[in-house]
């Protein structure tokens, strides 16, 4: 089939402007698409660093001002990978143009950002879509089918976390590349934003909307080098959060985010128990569902751990062949793929921005309760 091209304007070339190139070189060599992303430019500051960026990943050209790249009338939709502070300015300018606009998680630093940018999208009527990729491990994705089928009946309890250790150490500085996310004016928030914020997203998709939550933040190490000033300065964004949720659907919750958990890296787990059964996934082992089924002969009852890896489960069929494993990288071509298929049949591809502003929503109360010491409600998408 002869695709049609969509020419890509990416900004930001760290760890998820590699995650992101990947996936577009990936998606049409294992997905049947009518469309084919071509990577037209990247956008960076640093003029050496992005050539260098370019070259390696096969980018045609660059530019140092996403001023210039999102006015480029050959560029078709505009990816933003770079910090949180500058989300809301590009995707607003890009919509503005009539690009299509994708951006990384979480959408904005606050809900005005977040709110600014669903409705310039919205108007501007330009498919969107935020990049929270842990929906598409292929698990994950089953779990959503499972749920959905009504295999656990009620759903009384959700439960999850995102467990990491990189900041304990005192003397790591804050600022700058690769430790923006430890900048309040950069990041917005700390956990909260970076880490909760893909539990909650996984958590509204497979349980439904959340109405209050009552949290408590902590910030542990209260002074950090900033890498830009080369001063001391007080730390802004929450180490650790937890809180306590209340769903739409009666269901209760306890969800947890740390950046000081040591001997864990990035363990994203969560656990549904429902009338019937129940389902457990763990990141670190992320090609594995586990699932206990109450309704099973009595003898044989147990929990069971899947091995999602064969042609039935969701995405598998276009990898390798039954019993091998995919891994992280995987989940951004599985979200491009279906970036790409929804542009074919003219649908909306999820999480849009409007379903991304949900998590937002989540993330702003709980930092709101965490100030207040009270519950607080959650904004209601309209
Ligand atoms: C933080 O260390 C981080 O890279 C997040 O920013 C990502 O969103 C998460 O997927 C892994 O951890």
Redo the contacts with the bound molecule.
């Keep these: 089939m002869a695709r049609k091209n969509l020419n890509i304007g990416l900004v930001g070339y760290g760890?998820m402007g590699r995650t992101h190139s990947n996936a577009f070189r990936q998606v049409n060599r294992f997905f049947d698409l009518e469309y084919q992303p071509v990577l037209k430019a990247v956008c960076a500051r640093d003029g050496e660093k992005v050539k260098a960026f370019a070259a390696q990943w096969g980018f045609d050209s660059v530019e140092t001002d996403w001023r210039t790249l999102v006015t480029r009338p050959d560029i078709d939709l505009i990816d933003i990978a770079s910090p949180n502070d500058t989300h809301a300015e590009i995707a607003i300018a890009a919509a503005g143009v009539g690009k299509m606009v994708l951006c990384e998680?979480p959408l904005g630093r606050n809900v005005a950002e977040a709110e600014r940018m669903v409705e310039t999208v919205e108007k501007a009527g330009t498919a969107n879509m935020a990049w929270y990729?842990?929906r598409r491990v292929p698990a994950v994705t089953l779990a959503k089918q499972l749920i959905d089928e009504g295999r656990l009946g009620r759903i009384f309890h959700y439960r999850a976390k995102f467990l990491?250790d990189?900041t304990i150490s005192k003397d790591l500085p804050q600022g700058g590349a690769a430790l923006w996310?430890l900048d309040v004016n950069v990041a917005g928030s700390g956990v909260t934003g970076?880490?909760l914020a893909?539990c909650i997203d996984t958590a509204l998709w497979l349980n439904g909307p959340i109405d209050q939550v009552t949290a408590m933040t902590e910030t542990f190490i209260k002074e950090r080098k900033h890498n830009l000033t080369g001063k001391v300065e007080k730390v802004g964004i929450d180490d650790a959060s937890a809180f306590l949720a209340r769903f739409s659907n009666g269901s209760l919750a306890t969800f947890e985010a740390t950046r000081y958990a040591r001997g864990h890296k990035?363990l994203y787990t969560f656990e549904i128990n429902g009338e019937h059964a129940s389902i457990l996934w763990d990141l670190h082992d992320l090609h594995r569902l586990q699932f206990f089924d109450h309704r099973d002969e009595g003898r044989l009852r147990g929990w069971r751990s899947l091995h999602i890896t064969d042609g039935d489960h969701p995405y598998m069929k276009h990898w390798w062949v039954p019993g091998l494993q995919i891994g992280y990288e995987h989940t951004f071509i599985h979200q491009m793929a279906d970036f790409l298929q929804g542009l074919s049949e003219g649908k909306p591809v999820a999480p849009s921005f409007r379903e991304a502003l949900a998590t937002d929503y989540v993330t702003d109360a709980v930092l709101r309760s965490a100030a207040s010491g009270r519950w607080e409600h959650v904004k209601k998408l309209v």
Aim: proline share 0%; glycine share 0%.
């Design positions: 760890f998680k990729n842990y990491q990189w996310r970076d880490l893909h990035a």
